[in-house]
C-alpha cells in the first residue's frame, strides 16, 4: 500500500508530561476541547478511549479524534472544580499495541454574574490624609 502508515507509527506521541490545555465553563455541548495528535483511521487502524480521573467521564465525549464538551459545565454547579485530569488510551488494532496519553484540562471560569452599580455615577472627594482602612460614605 503507497500511504499506508507503518503500525509502529500510530498510537506514537510524547507521554514524558501532561498536554495541558484549556476551556471555559458554559462552553456548548459538543465544542472541541482538544484534538488528539494521533496517525490511522480511528476504528480501523486505531482504537481511542477515555477515561476521566474521579468518575467525571460523563463531561466529555470523544468525537473522532476530538474530545468534546457532553454538557453544559458550571463551576458553581459543580463545587468549583477547575481542573480535569483526562487519559487518551490509544490502542493499534493490529497488535494491540497501547499508549496513553495524559491531559490536564483547565477550566476558565465565566462571570455571568458580574456587578452592577445602582444609582450611578458617583462622585466621592477623597482627602490625601485619611486613613487607608476608613470607611468611606
Given amino acids: ?13 510524547n507521554t514524558n508530561s501532561p498536554t495541558v490545555t484549556d476551556s471555559y465553563e458554559q462552553e456548548a455541548i459538543g465544542t472541541t476541547i482538544y484534538n488528539i495528535p494521533v496517525e490511522g483511521g480511528v476504528g480501523s487502524e486505531i482504537e481511542l478511549s477515555l ?6 467521564d460523563d463531561k466529555f465525549y470523544l468525537d473522532i479524534k476530538n474530545i468534546t464538551w457532553a454538557v453544559v459545565y458550571n463551576m458553581e454547579e459543580e463545587n468549583c472544580l477547575d481542573e ?3 487519559e487518551v488510551t490509544c490502542t493499534v488494532i493490529s497488535n494491540s499495541r497501547r499508549n496513553v496519553l495524559p491531559v490536564l ?3 476558565d471560569n465565566i462571570n455571568e454574574f458580574p456587578p452592577t452599580l445602582e444609582k450611578s455615577p458617583y462622585k466621592v ?10 470607611f468611606i460614605k
Avoid at 477515561?51 to 467525571?56: K, L, M, R, Y
Avoid at 472627594?125 to 476608613?134: G, H, M, P, Q, W
Fill in 125 to 134: 472627594d477623597i482627602s490625601e490624609v485619611r486613613n487607608i482602612s476608613e
Fill in 1 to 13: 500500500m503507497a500511504n499506508s502508515i507503518e503500525p509502529c507509527e500510530l498510537c506514537d506521541y
Fill in 84 to 86: 480535569f485530569s483526562i
Fill in 105 to 107: 484540562l483547565g477550566i
Fill in 51 to 56: 477515561s476521566v480521573e474521579d468518575g467525571h
